[in-house]
């Protein structure tokens, strides 16, 4: 869920991901997100077909993809013009989470996750998921 709120100062339109207007952090988003996609090894998903690739199997893969980046880039900033297809939000501690609705590779949902610094403190790592249809 998309909400915007307006920067009265600057006139600009600040766009949040989730129902509230408030800047989280991963730290603030990560409970919510590994109670229904658990980590291993700092990795959410299996390994995918493709070296650096993660996925996340579902009977509705186009929802899972929604609903993984809806929780873990709640409160987000969002860049709705930076990827054709897709969006970026931008968390407070810097981290990086984009979703993309279709991948050039197999035509299926995708979240990538990148941190400013190297690593993050709360045990994950960089990672694109894809999010693949059970067959």
């Known amino acids: 869920m998309i909400k915007e709120r ?7 339109r ?3 991901v989730g129902r509230k207007q408030q800047f989280h952090s991963l730290e ?3 409970g919510s997100t ?3 996609y658990p980590i291993t090894n700092g990795y959410f998903g299996v390994k995918g077909s493709s070296f650096g690739i993660r996925e ?3 009977r509705n893969h186009e929802e899972t993809a929604k609903d993984f980046f809806n929780k873990i880039a709640k409160g987000g900033i969002l860049d709705l013009h930076t990827i054709k297809g897709g969006v970026i939000s931008r968390l407070k501690d810097g981290t990086f989470v984009s979703y993309r609705k279709i991948t ?3 035509n299926s949902p ?7 610094k190297l690593g993050s403190k709360y045990g ?4 694109k998921i894809h999010f693949v249809q059970n067959k």
Do not use: C
């Open 14 to 16: 600040i766009h949040y």
């Open 104 to 106: 050039s590779s197999n």
């Open 6 to 12: 307006r920067n009265y100062n600057t006139g600009v």
């Open 110 to 116: 995708a979240v990538e996750i990148r941190f400013r």
């Open 124 to 127: 994950i790592k960089d990672q």
């Open 34 to 36: 590994i109670t229904k």
């Open 56 to 58: 996340i199997h579902s």
């Open 28 to 30: 603030q988003n990560i």
